[in-house]
């Protein structure tokens, strides 16, 4: 089976620009969940979304929003990017309450 | 509210020795933690996890973790550590099993 994956792996994009992010979760997983990690950090939960609702905002700005599809793919918007925005962006899926499986990430550049 | 901390920046440690990475947790509720690993330029991989049972967890590559609910700790141990088993160690708490919050990270470097 396919694990989560994610696209573009790489992403360069200049200050105020729009960026979209898109993830396909595992066959059967209805939960999906975005996280930034920045260089040197933890990964910090930005948006999760479970049957195409979203049930849990973490602590982003309006810039950032998300929405999960009837197929519970899933994109995440970033908007008038900044350069902080610059970070490794991590979609997970998971079956309600077990291990949530990663998938290998998109590097945004914001130059 | 859930939080994670890793004391610990890096571990170094000698190929075949043992090797600790330390985990607290605090949590409103009953846990459910978990350890991840990432190479560098990777996602992360799942290692283990505690859900309830018994204290010690046993997960892949030969890793296991002690649950100690007295101390809130969750370390991440091995009998024998590999030079490949170098790379970021992530714990992560979540008490519903969605929503994980992660700690910062401990380094590994195992020497050979």
């Known amino acids: 089976d396919a694990g989560v994956t994610q696209s573009p792996t790489h992403l360069i994009k200049t200050r105020g620009q729009h960026v979209t992010l898109r993830c396909s979760p595992i066959s059967g997983h209805k939960s999906v969940s975005w996280y930034q990690q920045v260089l040197g950090q933890g990964p910090q939960f930005i948006f999760q979304?479970?049957?195409?609702?979203?049930?849990g905002r973490g602590n982003f700005p309006d810039r950032f929003s998300a929405r999960q599809f009837p197929n519970y793919s899933s994109e995440l918007n970033v908007n008038a990017l900044l350069l902080g925005d610059s970070a490794l962006y991590l979609c997970?899926?998971?079956?309600?309450?077990?291990?949530?499986?990663f998938g290998q990430g998109t590097r945004l550049t914001v130059v | 509210a859930q939080s994670v901390a890793q004391p610990e920046d890096q571990v170094n440690v000698a190929e075949g020795n043992p090797l600790t990475v330390k985990c607290t947790y605090s949590v409103s509720g009953n846990p459910y933690l978990f350890w991840y690993v990432q190479y560098p330029n990777r996602g992360l991989q799942f290692l283990l996890k505690y859900i309830t049972g018994d204290n010690l967890v046993k997960g892949s590559y030969g890793f296991e973790a002690e649950f100690n609910k007295s101390q809130t700790s969750f370390h991440l141990k091995k009998p024998s550590a590999l030079v490949s088993d170098s790379a970021l160690y992530f714990c992560?708490?979540?008490?519903?099993?969605?929503?994980?919050?992660f700690g910062s990270g401990t380094k590994l470097n195992v020497k050979p």
């Open positions: 979304y479970y049957e195409k609702e979203e049930r």
């Open positions: 997970a899926s998971s079956f309600k309450d077990t291990e949530a499986f």
């Open positions: 992560a708490v979540s008490e519903l099993g969605d929503k994980f919050y």
